[in-house]
């Protein structure tokens, strides 16, 4: 199996520009995951899919952050506007069953925004 | 305070010395995770457990729930060992994981 697949690996963007990160989750997979990683804060969970269904978004930073999942093999998560404190390392994971725990992560998205 | 805290932040050590890495949290759980996160950002999972212990290779982790405390050991350490151990811990009745702050050990030759 290919893993958790992000892309792209890398952006750098400009303030104000749209955002658009990719993940395609683990076949079979029943569970999504974003989470975003920073020097400050460490690892946070941002939101997580069940069955394409956003479960809990609490962890999204404000309006500015929307995540969909369009179906099984495909997720986004967009930034618009992006600003500069959205830098960070966004990492998606899967998991294989809403009872399982274990998560498996992809090699995550790193974001600059100038 | 931060619902998971590991100890210490950061750990140096020569090459062979037995590691620990602690792990407290104050939330009930339905089980704790132990991650490494090498220099290229990967992040890999090592462990998952509920209760009592679980080994792979040189790696062994424990759990006391009563307690609230988990711990991560390294026998015979290696500096391949050299990386970031992110303890996390899944919140009892949900599915998300609460992180802690991780540990970054380097092992010297």
């Known amino acids: 199996d290919a893993g958790v697949i992000q892309s792209p690996r890398h952006e750098v963007t400009e303030m104000g520009q749209e955002v658009t990160l990719r993940c395609k989750p683990i076949s079979g997979h029943n569970s999504l995951f974003w989470y975003r990683q920073t020097m400050m804060r460490g690892l946070e969970l941002l939101i997580y899919f069940n069955n394409n269904v956003p479960i809990d978004d609490s962890g999204m930073p404000e309006d500015r952050f929307s995540a969909k999942m369009p179906n099984a093999s495909f997720s986004t998560l967009k930034i618009q506007p992006s600003e500069p404190r959205d830098s960070a390392v966004y990492f998606c994971a899967s998991s294989p069953t809403r009872l399982s725990y274990e998560q498996y992560f992809g090699p995550g998205t790193r974001l600059t925004v100038t | 305070k931060n619902e998971v805290e590991q100890s210490p932040q950061n750990l140096t050590a020569q090459e062979g010395e037995f590691i620990t890495i602690n792990c407290s949290y104050s939330?009930?759980?339905?089980?704790l995770h132990w991650l490494q996160q090498h220099p290229g950002g990967g992040i890999v999972s090592l462990f998952m457990l509920s209760s009592g212990k679980k080994k792979h290779g040189r790696l062994i982790a424990t759990i006391n729930i009563q307690e609230k405390h988990s711990s991560l050991h390294i026998t015979a350490s290696h500096p391949r060992d050299s990386a970031v151990y992110i303890c996390?811990?899944?919140?009892?009745?949900?599915?998300?994981?609460?992180f802690g702050q991780g540990t970054r050990l380097t092992i010297n030759p």
């Open positions: 996390a811990v899944r919140v009892q009745g949900a599915q998300k994981l609460v």
């Open positions: 939330v009930g759980i339905s089980a």
